[in-house]
């Protein structure tokens, strides 16, 4: 299945506060805040939500293509993600502009204050599914992106008749409720962590049973106590696997998407699906940057197998050829029909 991520592609700062936020809030104050945190260390990593889900489905052997568009910096990004198996001949670079960067600061309790600035991604509104060239698309996931980006790539999915899944994230923040609503209709599966459902739902007017049924699946992340899976009106949970340890939390719903998404093509159970998205968000949250864990798919199917049962299903990923600890390819991959 011809896959295209679509979304932001970023350079992480990432820090580390050495205390707790809540300890520097005063109550009732929150309307007139103005506070500082002084962190102790930063480092910078690839990042970016689209290229994050890229890559750890890269690791299950897809050969996602990346669209998105960044800026004059990327050469050594493009190089990376291409060497751990991204397609990236669909991303589109802006020689004015600097590609788009995230500011995250964590504390010990695993919050996070962050910013992002959007810049050589504000160019992705200009940039249409009908100007990809190669085979056509036939699944188009739609991450954050440019706002007027993401509302243009769920039009063009709908009128194209190309199923989509929409995970509108951290731009939800930026959509009313009349946005919301039209960019994610007509999705095939809708993404979200459980806090950004609440935020959909006020938003849009929509309880959040009206919002489950009104997608063939929706699947809500809730951080440690696992994933809410919804299909077809039925509810199941997903727990999470074990971790040896939470290095950092950022990263980890993408890992968790690119997971499910290679799934998705390959269609397996959504309950499985979901599953293998889980154990790839274990693996990121026990590694500092988004694109830092890496498994070879031995060792991932022996991890899974020691919490959770697969049917069989992860046999499929044994075609992937490792070189070096990097997916390159899989084959014969996405035959299974959805059950």
């Not at 996070?112 to 992705?124: E, K, P, R």
């Not at 390959?266 to 500092?288: D, H, I």
Request: with cysteine; hydrophobic share 40%; proline share 3%.
């Amino acid at each position: 299945m011809e896959t295209v991520i679509t979304g932001s592609i970023a350079y992480d700062y990432l820090m580390r506060f050495p205390g707790r936020f809540i300890d520097h809030l005063l109550d009732g104050q929150l309307h007139h805040l103005s506070v500082s945190f002084l962190v102790e260390d930063m480092t910078r990593h690839w990042g970016g939500t689209a290229a994050n889900i890229a890559y750890t489905a890269a690791l299950l052997g897809l050969r996602p293509r990346l669209m998105g568009t960044v800026g004059s910096d990327f050469g050594d990004y493009r190089a990376w993600l291409e060497s751990s198996g991204v397609d990236t001949s669909a991303v589109r670079q802006i020689d004015t502009l600097f590609t788009a960067s995230f500011f995250a600061n964590t504390d010990l309790d695993n919050n996070q204050i962050a910013s992002f600035y959007a810049g050589a991604m504000t160019c992705a509104r200009d940039y249409r599914l009908a100007e990809l060239e190669g085979a056509a698309a036939e699944l188009i996931f739609i991450s954050p992106n440019d706002p007027v980006a993401m509302l243009q790539l769920a039009k063009e999915c709908r009128e194209a008749g190309v199923p989509f899944v929409c995970d509108p994230s951290q731009q939800v923040a930026r959509f009313d409720g009349v946005q919301l609503r039209e960019l994610m209709r007509g999705a095939w599966v809708l993404v979200m962590n459980v806090y950004e459902a609440g935020m959909i739902c006020q938003k849009t007017g929509l309880d959040q049973e009206s919002l489950v049924n009104s997608f063939p699946i929706v699947l809500i992340t809730r951080g440690a106590d696992g994933v809410e899976v919804h299909e077809d009106g039925e509810r199941k949970h997903v727990a999470p696997f074990p971790v040896s340890r939470i290095a950092d939390p950022t990263g980890a719903g993408d890992a968790f998407r690119g997971g499910v998404l290679c799934g998705l093509v390959a269609g397996w159970p959504l309950v499985l699906s979901a599953r293998v998205g889980a154990l790839c968000a274990s693996y990121a949250l026990e590694k500092t940057g988004t694109q830092s864990h890496c498994f070879a798919i031995g060792e991932f199917i022996e991890r899974f197998r020691q919490s959770a049962d697969d049917g069989g299903y992860l046999e499929q990923l044994q075609g992937v050829e490792e070189d070096a600890g990097n997916v390159s390819t899989l084959r014969q991959f996405g035959s299974g029909d959805r059950e």
